[in-house]
T-cell receptor, first 112, second 112 residues
Framework: KQEVTQIPAALSVPEGENLVLNCSFT??????LQWFRQDPGKGLTSLLL?????REQTSGRLNASLDKSSGRSTLYIAASQPGDSATYLC???????????FGDGTTLTVKP | SAVISQKPSRDICQRGTSLTIQCQVD?????MFWYRQQPGQSLTLIAT?????????ESGFVIDKFPISRPNLTFSTLTVSNMSPEDSSIYLC?????????FGPGTRLLVL
């Protein structure tokens, strides 16, 4: 069964810290992997998408890496800010059919 | 990019009734999906909405409970039928392009 796991479930850090969120998947033959952000009571915002052939993607203070052989992806957030507080979701697609399997998410709290 | 709107944004319904959720996309897209997010949980794919044909349902979801229409490439509806309190969730419409996956703002449903 193709599954996605995210650890930790929750993370609290002081403002300014660099942090890493983890995502693992059971079948390494992925098509792509996407990181989303979800604010309380809101929809999903796409942060970064990594295609199967790529190793990493960067956007501002965010860097996502992909290691298919180990079935892992990490989302690195540099110099965290209180505005980064949200739930971060990892979504994996194993085909080009567009549908994804989501992890349970990591809820991040950045304290001022 | 794709901008997705959903109606209604939220609703409170009585058990045994049905609710139809609408999803409108600002551009033509081939791949459209419906997800459910139960309280405190991550997203689970309900079905792929196929234009001009019956939707493709994931394991655990059936057409009688979640009938879906897709009359064209920019619009879809999801009906939650014969509702029970267990159907209280956020229902999200999603579309996928070659670049990324987009989500609507969600419909927050509470069944009493």
């Amino acid at each position: 069964k193709q599954e996605v796991t995210q650890i930790p479930a929750a993370l609290s850090v002081p403002e300014g810290e660099n942090l890493v969120l983890n995502c693992s998947f059971t079948d390494s033959a992925i098509y792509n992997l996407q990181w989303f952000r979800q604010d309380p009571g809101k929809g999903l915002t796409s942060l970064l998408l990594i295609q199967s052939s790529q190793r990493e993607q960067t956007s501002g203070r965010l860097n996502a890496s992909l290691d298919k052989s180990s079935g892992r992806s990490t989302l690195y957030i540099a110099a965290s800010q209180p505005g980064d507080s949200a739930t971060y979701l990892c979504a994996v697609s194993w085909t080009n059919a567009g549908k994804s399997t989501f992890g349970d998410g990591t809820t991040l709290t950045v304290k001022p | 990019s794709a901008v997705i709107s959903q109606k209604p944004s939220r609703d409170i319904c009585q058990r045994g009734t049905s609710l139809t959720i609408q999803c409108q996309v600002d551009s033509q897209v081939t791949m459209m999906f419906w997800y459910r997010q139960q309280p405190g949980q991550s997203l689970t794919l309900i079905a792929t909405a196929n234009q001009g044909s019956e939707a493709t349902y994931e394991s655990g979801f059936v057409i009688d409970k979640f009938p879906i229409s897709r009359p064209n490439l920019t619009f879809s509806t999801l009906t939650v039928s014969n509702m029970s309190p267990e159907d209280s969730s956020i229902y999200l419409c999603s579309v996928a392009t070659e670049e990324t996956q987009y989500f609507g703002p969600g419909t927050r449903l509470l069944v009493l």
